[in-house]
């Protein structure tokens, strides 16, 4: 972890020890129902962290904090910190994968990150989105990728270069087309698994990102990884 992104976690923790930051959390939970139980910052955070809790109560605090969030005044600041702190795991993933796609420097993707995710938590459908955790970290991921797509683009346009020697230059990972040839092969061997093995050996999801993706509970996806791993390790042995 780069300094920097450890720093602005450092510095997020600190606002919500404050007692500024509490009157606007107790103002939160007068008008949000799912957190009344919590006292204080530190107790919601542990709450949303541990593994064990029920996923449907854990997305109820998770959407009230997007509508505080998108709120006035200081309660939707303190709102925005809580979700950057409860979706922190998940943006640190993002920023390990983005720094592998080679889609900026570490302070430049942690920048990218944070940013994106304030955008996504204000723009965010309520009417709309099931799970909010999936949801906001897939958006975010999906619009970095995007957006160095779009960048290669323009350095092909500009450069004149073949565009395949664009997406294999090493810039993104494996590149657009190293990533079709290997799809490709996969899928022959896995089909529909394909890309939920992809998406964890290759790129650094995880077995629950992955499910999410996909529409998969996260006992679906870690059987049917396990399974396409057997059937993936399997095929290599025949090799001779």
């Known amino acids: 972890m780069s300094s920097a992104w450890h720093e602005i976690r450092d510095h ?21 129902a799912p957190l009344a139980p919590f006292r204080d910052p530190a107790a919601l955070l542990d709450g949303l962290h541990r593994s064990l809790g029920n996923p449907e109560d854990k997305n109820l605090i998770l959407s009230a904090l997007v509508e505080a969030a998108q709120g006035n005044g200081s309660a939707s600041d303190c709102a925005l ?51 909010i955790a999936a949801t906001v970290l897939r958006n975010v991921e999906r619009d970095m990728i995007r957006a160095r797509q779009r960048d290669q683009a323009r350095e092909y346009l500009a450069s004149g270069a073949d565009p395949d020697e664009v997406a294999d230059s090493g810039d993104s990972g494996i590149g657009a087309a190293g990533y079709a040839r290997l799809n490709g092969a996969v899928r022959k061997l896995l089909c529909d698994d394909a890309l939920l093995v992809i998406r964890v050996a290759i790129e650094g999801f995880s077995q629950v990102e992955a499910g999410a ?14 399974r396409a791993m057997r059937k993936l390790k399997g095929a290599l042995q025949e090799i001779p």
């Open 12 to 32: 997020l923790m600190h606002s919500s020890s404050t007692l500024s930051f509490q009157r606007g959390f107790d103002a939160i939970r007068c008008a949000q």
């Open 81 to 131: 910190t809580m979700l950057l702190l409860a979706l922190w795991p998940g943006l640190d993933a993002i920023r390990r994968r983005s720094i592998w796609r080679k889609i900026g420097t570490a302070d430049e993707v942690a920048s990218d990150v944070l940013a994106r995710t304030t955008e996504a938590v204000r723009r965010l459908d309520l009417g709309r989105v099931n799970w």
């Open 213 to 226: 993706e996909l529409g998969l509970t996260e006992a679906a996806a870690r059987k049917r990884y396990q």
